[in-house]
């Protein structure tokens, strides 16, 4: 959370809207305050983080994948993501997998032998096949690193949604409770050193906004539901 005065669309709203009573001295202020910690250790965000999770899943397994298939090729290695990601396959398909799996695993034992071979044992035979496997092996490093410093920026990004969406569901639950409680202010607590007026700790309700169900949420005064 990256809150230090939430709130600020309720502050100037409250007023711009609530009357002044003037009676010799300006009223007080009811300030609201909020412990943004505690909301973000504590605020059920479940639906929320559910793409984010499934995102990075889906990233880290075919980065697992990859990892294990260094030596196919580029159609090779397009075919076994394809086999992969269906969730039925024919027989022959399955035959395709183990031939896959066959490939990887002989190139590796290959290329292990041709690296542990002195030079003047090789066959020009040998040095264009170590050649060609040290390339291949290469590539799918290469691969490997595009596809985790893809998954850094996709996963960034979902990460920003992420907490924009969290904000804007913390931000209109304390709306909520500050409307109802009829607050000019709401400050996080680490923001507040001193304030001529009442102040009200509105964590607890706050957090019981954002933990209750969609469908038992409280409505607000215009008898809609808080939007989360």
């Known amino acids: 959370m990256r809150w230090v005065i939430v709130g600020l669309a309720v502050t100037v709203l409250a007023l711009l809207c609530r009357p002044w009573q003037v009676s010799g001295s300006v009223q007080?202020?009811?300030v609201g305050v909020i412990d943004s910690a505690r909301i973000g250790r504590e605020g059920q965000f479940t639906d929320l983080r559910r793409t984010y999770d499934e995102q990075r899943r889906?990233?880290?397994?075919?980065?697992?994948?990859?990892?294990?298939?260094?030596?196919?090729?580029?159609?090779?290695?397009?075919?076994?993501?394809?086999l992969v990601s269906k969730p039925q396959r024919s027989r022959q398909e399955d035959e395709r997998l183990q031939q896959l799996r066959r490939l990887e695993l002989e190139r590796e034992a290959e290329l292990q032998r041709l690296q542990q071979t002195p030079p003047a044992q090789m066959s020009p035979a040998d040095r264009a096949r170590l050649e060609e496997l040290t390339r291949l092996w290469k590539e799918g490093r290469e691969d490997?690193?595009?596809?985790?410093?893809?998954?850094?920026?996709?996963?960034?990004?979902?990460?920003?949604?992420?907490n924009k969406a969290v904000d804007e569901k913390v931000r209109a639950a304390i709306q909520a409770i500050a409307a109802q409680q009829g607050l000019d202010f709401v400050?996080?607590?680490?923001?507040l050193y001193f304030v001529?007026?009442?102040?009200?700790?509105?964590?607890?309700?706050?957090?019981?906004?954002?933990?209750?169900?969609?469908?038992?949420?409280?409505?607000?005064?215009?008898?809609?539901?808080?939007?989360?």
């Open 196 to 228: 001529r007026g009442q102040v009200v700790d509105i964590t607890d309700a706050v957090l019981k906004t954002l933990n209750t169900p969609e469908s038992a949420a409280p409505t607000s005064p215009q008898g809609k539901k808080a939007d989360k």
């Open 144 to 162: 490997l690193t595009r596809l985790r410093e893809l998954m850094e920026e996709e996963l960034r990004r979902v990460e920003a949604e992420l």
């Open 28 to 30: 007080g202020w009811q």
């Open 58 to 82: 889906a990233y880290l397994e075919l980065i697992n994948l990859r990892q294990n298939y260094l030596m196919l090729t580029g159609l090779e290695w397009a075919d076994l993501r394809r």
């Open 187 to 191: 400050l996080d607590k680490s923001a």
